[in-house]
């Protein structure tokens, strides 16, 4: 399990905007994947079923979030590897920030979507089981969330 | 003119998602319409951003509590997952081949006195011991022993790990029955929170001989409950 620690904590980071919320939600998830182990099967995939988890958490801790009108979305001012070099660390800064909120500004149904297809690379099929939807949806989401990130990037 | 391709079949196209002669044909538009060129573009420089961005938010080591919880997952998930879980360290430490040939009995005593006796110089397992290293699956709760991985040694014997009464170990099933390959005091559970697994709790003195000891993996659900009904031949 602590091999799938990386991509869980980039698909979690991705989901929550923020690098503390994902480890957070990790550990969510893997606590809760521990308590259940009896429903993963052997032979199939350890990864789906734990990224399945963690959007299922995701969502859990996001519902109950609302309540109080907490918005997870919190890009860390001391983001390392750009304090060294003013000006492209200014400029890497504000990529990371762009793209972060570029993320957070997509309903989160088409933000898991895309993070699992185009970041951790999962098939179709497979983030589809993961989400637990049909494909046909899961291109739709996917589509859509491309054209709203459209409207955040710069002019190419 | 043919229609312009819906902003599905773009996306599926950035994928790889579509069949070989649609990725083709797409492919063909594209160097035809610069508009439809740009958008696939600029998605593949957005793709390449949050990769880059997400990165970097997650380029420290994962916390030190992350990895403790992972690494309570049980032995027999351990192995599945990959070798990765066994620490060389272990592996050298203990001396196997003597050890084994032996046998480690830690703690005997504590073992309810009919489960493991002694079978023509060979320590073996008795009463409920040997009832579950017989019939019981390691999906089984219930009281008793439990049972932990079951796997075929070097020499093609059936072996499975156990615990019970504060002790763990495994044994082997040879021609006086399950034999006692190894036996030792289970560590107490820490104190790491409400999650921790039983199997988790199996001393590493156990794990590294099993280590030693294990001929490819543990077996399945499947297999496990093959080679019960089977009789264990």
């Keep these: ?156 | 003119m043919e229609t312009d391709p819906t902003r599905e079949t773009l996306s599926a196209f950035i994928d790889g998602e579509l069949p070989p002669r649609e990725m083709e044909r797409i492919a063909a538009l594209l160097a035809t319409r610069p508009d439809l060129d740009a958008w696939v573009r600029q998605q593949e420089t957005l793709r390449t951003d949050i990769g880059k961005s997400l990165a970097e938010l997650t380029a420290a080591p994962a916390p030190e509590r992350l990895v403790r919880i992972a690494q309570t997952a049980p032995i027999s998930w351990r192995w599945r997952l990959g070798q990765a879980w066994q620490r060389p360290m272990l592996r050298t430490w203990i001396p196997a081949g003597a050890t084994l040939a032996l046998g480690v009995l830690i703690g005997i005593a504590v073992v309810p006195p009919g489960d493991i006796g002694s079978r023509g110089g060979q320590v073996v397992a008795q009463g409920a011991l040997a009832s579950a290293l017989n019939g019981k699956l390691a999906s089984e709760a219930g009281s008793g022993p439990r049972i932990g991985i079951t796997f075929r040694d070097h020499d093609g014997h059936y072996c499975r790990s156990f615990d019970a009464d504060g002790q763990a170990g495994f044994a082997c099933r040879g021609s006086k029955g399950w034999e006692i390959a190894m036996l030792a005091t289970q560590p107490k559970a820490e104190a790491s929170g409400p999650y921790r697994m039983a199997g988790s709790e199996m001393p590493d003195v156990i794990r590294a001989a099993i280590a030693a000891r294990i001929q490819g993996e543990p077996f399945d659900m499947k297999a496990e409950k093959s080679a019960r009904d089977q009789g264990w031949r």
């Design chain 1, 1 to 156: 399990m602590v091999q799938l620690l990386p991509r869980l904590r980039r698909f979690a980071t991705g989901l929550t905007g923020s690098a503390a919320d994902g480890d957070d939600l990790v550990q969510d998830t893997v606590e809760r994947a521990l308590k259940n182990l009896h429903q993963w099967e052997p032979g199939t995939r350890l990864d789906s079923w734990m990224f399945r988890i963690a959007k299922n958490r995701f969502l859990d801790i996001r519902r109950s979030h609302k309540r109080s009108g907490v918005v997870a979305m919190d890009v860390p001012e001391d983001a390392p590897a750009i304090l060294s070099d003013g000006a492209r660390g200014a400029e890497a800064h504000m990529m990371l920030r762009g793209a972060a909120q570029a993320l957070d500004a997509l309903p989160p149904e088409q933000r898991e979507a895309l993070l699992l297809v185009a970041v951790e690379g999962f098939s179709y099929r497979d983030a589809a089981d993961i989400l637990e939807i049909p494909i046909g949806t899961l291109t739709s989401r996917i589509a859509r969330a491309r054209d709203a990130l459209a409207l955040w990037a710069p002019e190419g």
